[in-house]
């Protein structure tokens, strides 16, 4: 009880210098919880979302699912409609209908702006049934009635300002069609952002299936009583062919593992960087108790000479570390909800819509965060707390706040350049690995041991870093910079701390700078050395070209040739008889113009020939075939054919790599006209001196068609730049907390210094140093306390970076390049974040009394 007295004595007392650090472990907390609530509150919403869609039983064409709509041909797979009178008749339906569903369609307004979702949801059109009442009910207008009608959902509606009576052109692969709206549609449950749009059955079939009587599901509701199972099996009972079956559970199941695959690799990201979040906090917390034990040395000696034991001076500390993680971690769940709704508002105005209604808090997130808050801080605080149960009872007689631990120990020196050096070996392992795979453990395991190793043997690298940037930096500024890097130079092990929380943030910030400059860079490389063509024409969605889009581009002017490239599955069959799934590029002979790849055996061109392929000198490698041999190609729903191997083509590229070719009329011989894939891209090369006309030419006749783009290679460039420059700002603006906390350990440190050298700081005063030299002095040592930290960040974060892309090169990325601007606009960045974090307690410092500092004790 007297140590709970003590403890809570102790945390009231000095709650001011422990409220940097409360934030700290709140900061952290809440973007676990936040994280979590989050991606509960999306799974709840596709969960939902998706119960409300399922029927009792779906049938659905036999193969149907991961394949479902089938992108290649751009229309789904189908089913006759007079399977639903068939199934109509089982025992246990009370009724079946049929479906027409499709997201291989682009939705364009009388203006030609995409009415899709720009978060990556689908587009999904279909007919209007009763099992659509399920989710949805019309709220104006009404369902369409004819060809010339058509439907939208709400958020659509309200997003794009869209009004009954106006027009809608949809764009398919069977061609387009113009509809006004004649009814809008909301949905019961919450819509992530999928936009969605209705026709009469008739319509939809005939437009979005090429002809009517097919459907591409068909849903079943039981009779009362029967169960779903039951009804199941009863439908199979009436089926005599191969169809997908699948209960309401059953489809829901299926449905939130597709999406739930993609949540979880969210989730746990952002659950990384609230991790490195937490490892930057612990810095903070051990130095802030470390400061304290220091600064009550007297205190604690007086206790342990009334008769406190160290057991109880210990248990002193860590129960005042157990109170700072409680007080922090309430204070974090709470905020995490709030951090979630905020998320979900950013989301909603990035086209994702996530309501409120369906916030979901499991009782495991705020029992998750109080632990992780808790035991972070308690362990945080338990080598400070070990410290301050041995000191002596002789220590009252000294001065508070001498610290013990002036200079790094020999033994931390040793481990710090033992864990180092490993983590260097490891990194160099990884440069010269064979195989990506095996790299990337080595690199994994470089990273961890050269980060450990940096932070034990911090201390030791302060006294030399920072001697170093103060002749560089505050020299100039006379003996105010000589006191600043005293100061920073008084504690070694302090300054080390402190630096190594900046150091974390920073390291990864130059290590994802150093890998995306060298992606774009190998990728420019590639394209500059690899591709021939002009221009290259993709749809933003990965939806294939329609008939209408190909034949714009071969009608248009200044062009000299047009390359059509199709992905077609097979099955391929080796002579040492493994069989596996494959894609083959097929193409126009004039694609080994468009893209130029280098053979090992063979040439390419004659991949083209007459029932003939290349195939990658991996496959080569690992099957033991050769130029003229023939293996086994089984077309995806078409034939089966012995094509000769007439090129084997080099692996040691990242564009097309381990890609295998043939000619579009090989694959057009052994496939049905319908099966036979749309284009999933296509290439363009202009007339000689006309690139700037051609260009003009192709976008002219896609202009009515906003989901494809024509790109140069100018264009295809910047665009590949833009994408991982967006990548990087997510990534930047998650290790954004990691940097604040950081700065708030810079602060900390700073504020408990001023406590610390109160007298200090009022004797200096008092022999002359003014207001205006004694701020600067502090601004000035966090300036070098912030650009130590930003140097070892920046040097280890290039030297994993490098290593890095050395195995990015086994993947074809073989251009190092080291992104310049970048790292020095960090390290000047970093000398102004010191700046900022010294505005408080150089404030606090110049308002001190001077008679009543040199009175502290």
């Given at each position: 009880m007297t140590v709970l007295k003590t403890s809570l004595r102790n945390f009231f007392a000095h709650k001011g210098r422990m409220a940097l650090s409360a934030v700290a472990v709140l900061l952290s907390v809440a973007f676990v919880s936040g994280t979590l609530v989050f991606t509960d509150t999306m799974n709840t919403t596709f969960d939902k979302l998706f119960a409300a869609t399922a029927s009792d039983v779906t049938v659905s064409p036999k193969g149907s699912g991961d394949d479902e709509e089938n992108p290649r041909t751009g229309k789904p797979e189908s089913l006759p409609a007079s399977l639903v009178q068939t199934v109509a008749k089982a025992d246990g339906v009370k009724s079946a209908e049929g479906g027409v569903s499709s997201m291989s369609v682009t939705v364009v307004n009388s203006a030609n702006k995409d009415m899709g979702s720009s978060n990556g949801a689908p587009t999904i059109a279909g007919n209007w049934t009763s099992n659509a009442l399920k989710a949805m009910e019309i709220t104006s207008g009404h369902a369409p009635r004819g060809p010339t009608e058509v439907m939208v959902d709400a958020d659509t509606a309200d997003k794009h300002h869209l009004k009954l009576g106006e027009q809608l052109r949809t764009i398919a692969v069977t061609g387009d069609f113009t509809a006004k709206i004649s009814g809008i549609a909301s949905f019961k449950v919450t819509n992530p952002g999928a936009a969605v749009v209705y026709f009469d059955t008739a319509t939809a079939q005939r437009e979005l299936l090429g002809k009517e009587g097919l459907f591409t599901q068909i849903s079943v509701t039981g009779a009362d009583g029967v169960s779903d199972e039951q009804l199941k099996q009863n439908v199979a009972k009436t089926l005599d062919a191969p169809f997908k079956l699948q209960t309401a559970k059953e489809a829901a199941d299926a449905d939130r593992e597709d999406v739930g695959s993609f949540l979880d690799v969210m989730k746990y990201a952002m659950l990384g960087f609230a991790g490195i979040a937490l490892l930057v906090g612990i810095f903070l917390i051990v130095n802030t108790f470390s400061m304290l034990v220091a600064q009550r040395t007297r205190e604690i000696g007086l206790m342990r000479a009334i008769g406190s034991s160290r057991k109880q001076v210990n248990r002193s500390v860590l129960v005042e570390a157990l109170l700072l993680g409680v007080v922090g971690s309430l204070a974090g769940v709470a905020a995490g909800v709030g951090l979630a709704v905020g998320l979900m508002k950013l989301m909603g105005s990035l086209g994702m819509e996530l309501s409120t209604r369906d916030l979901t808090v499991k009782w495991t997130t705020p029992v998750v965060g109080l632990v992780l808050g808790i035991v972070v801080t308690v362990v945080a605080a338990y080598v400070p707390a070990r410290r301050a149960g041995k000191v002596s009872p002789m220590a009252a007689l000294r001065d508070a706040g001498t610290p013990a631990d002036g200079k790094a120990s020999l033994l931390r020196a040793a481990m710090g350049l033992l864990l180092t050096g490993g983590g260097a070996a490891a990194l160099l392992v990884a440069t010269r690995a064979d195989k990506a795979s095996e790299g990337s453990m080595f690199l994994g395991l470089g990273v961890v041991l050269s980060l450990i190793g940096f932070v034990v043997i911090g201390p030791l690298l302060a006294g030399v870093v920072v001697r170093v940037i103060s002749a560089l930096v505050l020299r100039m500024f006379g003996p105010v910079g000589r006191l600043a890097e005293r100061n920073a130079l008084r504690n070694p092990r302090r300054t080390g701390a402190t630096g190594a929380a900046l150091m974390i943030g920073l390291a990864l910030v130059a290590c994802l700078s150093v890998v995306g400059s060298s992606m774009v860079a190998s990728a420019n490389d590639q394209l500059d050395k690899s591709v021939g063509a002009d221009f290259i024409v993709l749809s933003g969605k990965g939806h294939p070209l329609v008939p209408k889009v190909e034949k714009a581009l071969k009608?248009?002017?200044?062009?000299?040739?047009?390359?059509?490239?199709?992905?077609?599955?097979?099955?391929?069959?080796?002579?040492?008889?493994?069989?596996?799934?494959?894609?083959?590029?097929?193409?126009?002979?004039?694609?080994?113009?468009?893209?130029?790849?280098?053979?090992?055996?063979?040439?390419?061109?004659?991949?083209?020939?007459?029932?003939?392929?290349?195939?990658?000198?991996?496959?080569?490698?690992?099957?033991?075939?050769?130029?003229?041999?023939?293996?086994?190609?089984?077309?995806?729903?078409?034939?089966?054919?012995?094509?000769?191997?007439?090129?084997?083509?080099?692996?040691?590229?990242?564009?097309?790599?381990?890609?295998?070719?043939?000619?579009?009329?090989?694959?057009?011989?052994?496939?049905?006209?319908?099966?036979?894939?749309?284009?999933?891209?296509?290439?363009?090369?202009?007339?000689?001196?006309?690139?700037?006309?051609?260009?003009?030419?192709?976008?002219?006749?896609?202009?009515?068609?906003?989901?494809?783009?024509?790109?140069?290679?100018?264009?295809?460039?910047?665009?590949?730049?833009?994408?991982?420059?967006?990548?990087?700002?997510?990534?930047?603006?998650?290790?954004?907390?990691?940097?604040?906390?950081?700065?708030?350990?810079?602060?900390?440190?700073?504020?408990?210094?001023?406590?610390?050298?109160?007298?200090?700081?009022?004797?200096?005063?008092?022999?002359?140093?003014?207001?205006?030299?004694?701020?600067?002095?502090?601004?000035?040592?966090?300036?070098?306390?912030?650009?130590f930290g930003a140097l070892l960040g920046l040097g280890l974060g290039m030297g994993w970076g490098t290593a890095a892309q050395k195995l990015l090169a086994l993947e074809g990325l073989g251009v190092l390049e080291i992104p310049w601007p970048t790292i020095i606009t960090v390290f000047v960045a970093s000398a102004f974040v010191g700046l900022f974090a010294a505005l408080v307690p150089a404030f606090r410092a110049g308002r001190m009394n001077v008679l009543n500092a040199i009175a502290t004790e």
């Open positions: 009608s248009a002017k200044y062009i000299d040739h047009v390359t059509d490239v199709k992905d077609v599955p097979v099955k391929l069959t080796a002579s040492d008889g493994k069989t596996e799934e494959e894609s083959l590029i097929a193409a126009d002979p004039t694609y080994t113009q468009d893209v130029r790849r280098e053979t090992v055996a063979g040439e390419l061109l004659a991949a083209y020939g007459k029932d003939a392929m290349s195939v990658g000198d991996a496959y080569a490698k690992e099957h033991g075939v050769k130029v003229g041999d023939r293996i086994k190609v089984a077309f995806r729903n078409g034939e089966s054919t012995q094509l000769k191997i007439a090129a084997i083509t080099s692996d040691d590229t990242s564009l097309d790599k381990g890609a295998m070719y043939t000619n579009i009329t090989t694959a057009a011989q052994h496939l049905p006209a319908d099966r036979l894939p749309q284009n999933m891209g296509m290439f363009a090369t202009a007339e000689d001196g006309k690139e700037k006309e051609a260009y003009a030419a192709l976008k002219t006749s896609l202009a009515k068609y906003p989901q494809y783009k024509v790109q140069n290679q100018t264009d295809f460039k910047q665009d590949l730049k833009d994408q991982i420059g967006q990548l990087l700002n997510i990534v930047y603006g998650l290790l954004a907390l990691a940097i604040i906390v950081a700065v708030l350990g810079v602060v900390n440190t700073l504020a408990l210094s001023v406590v610390e050298r109160t007298r200090e700081i009022g004797l200096m005063r008092a022999i002359g140093l003014s207001r205006r030299q004694l701020r600067r002095m502090i601004r000035l040592e966090s300036v070098v306390i912030a650009l």
